[in-house]
């Protein structure tokens, strides 16, 4: 199970740049479905990749679905060699995306972003519209119940206002 | 001159429709029909209860839903053991 609360206070505690995306950005914005990871994009900054690896470094990262006992290392080398990482942690399963489909990076995704306070932390959250536009972009069939639900939030939104 | 009036309160208001409909709509995407079609069978109500609830607490059912399907998870594979 992962701990969301853990995983969020953490990242933002450490002073990582990052951005909730995906499935828990979804719950943020109002959507009632199930979802098992948390899923961020962060900055790729030295600065920011290295308090990344330093932050997450006790949690144990590898590679989800991986077999055990490749040689994966978390350090900040593999960050820079790679860009987005499937992991698990012993705070439960987390998506590090350094770009999305139809999104960009951290700093394109920015300014649609929106700024929470959850946990005694405050972090960034895609905002709905963009989150909607990502999600149509990536084009998954399994999406798409996802995607009708947020568009659902957005017109009861626009309803009460 | 009555007509007049009636005319650019009219114009007026369709002025500010416009402006709203351009605000809502600009850069936004147009609908899908396939997600349209997924929209008829989505719960609203349990949408409009969700809003009700701060960012926190809907994290926090959320927790709440993960560990209660990882308990039935549980319950289901102990009961398929021989």
């Known amino acids: 199970m992962t701990d969301y609360r853990k995983l969020i206070t953490l990242l933002a505690e450490a002073g990582i740049e990052f951005i909730l995306?995906?499935?828990?950005?979804a719950v943020a914005h109002g959507s009632t479905r199930l979802t098992k990871d948390l899923d961020i994009v962060y900055q790729r900054t030295e600065e920011n990749v290295g308090r990344l690896v330093r932050a997450l470094a006790p949690y144990h990262p590898y590679?989800?679905?991986?077999?055990?006992?490749?040689?994966?290392?978390?350090?900040e080398r593999t960050i820079w060699n790679g860009l987005n990482f499937t992991l698990t942690t012993s705070l439960g399963a987390l998506d590090l995306f350094g770009e999305i489909t139809g999104g960009g990076g951290y700093d394109d995704l920015l300014p649609h972003s929106i700024r929470l306070r959850l946990f005694g932390v405050e972090c960034w959250c895609?905002?709905?519209?963009?989150l909607i536009e990502v999600k149509r972009a990536m084009g998954r069939p399994r999406d798409l119940e996802a995607i009708a639900e947020l568009e659902l939030i957005r017109?009861?939104?626009?309803?009460?206002s | 001159m009555g007509e007049v009036k009636m005319t650019?309160?009219?114009s007026g208001r369709e002025a500010g429709r416009a402006k709203q409909w351009r605000r809502k709509n600009l850069g936004?995407?147009?609908?899908?029909?396939?997600i349209e079609a997924y929209k008829k069978h989505i719960d609203r109500t349990l949408i409009r209860e969700n809003l009700r609830l701060t960012v926190e607490q809907r994290i926090e059912e959320l927790?709440?839903?993960?560990?209660f399907a990882e308990e039935v998870r549980r319950a289901g594979r102990e009961a398929e053991r021989p």
């Open chain 1, 63 to 75: 590679l989800r679905g991986a077999p055990p006992g490749l040689p994966f290392e978390w350090s």
């Open chain 2, 28 to 34: 936004r995407l147009k609908p899908d029909p396939v």
């Open chain 1, 126 to 130: 895609l905002g709905l519209e963009r």
């Open chain 2, 63 to 67: 927790m709440k839903l993960q560990q």
């Open chain 1, 21 to 25: 995306i995906g499935g828990v950005a």
């Open chain 1, 155 to 160: 017109e009861e939104r626009e309803r009460r």
């Open chain 2, 8 to 10: 650019e309160e009219r």
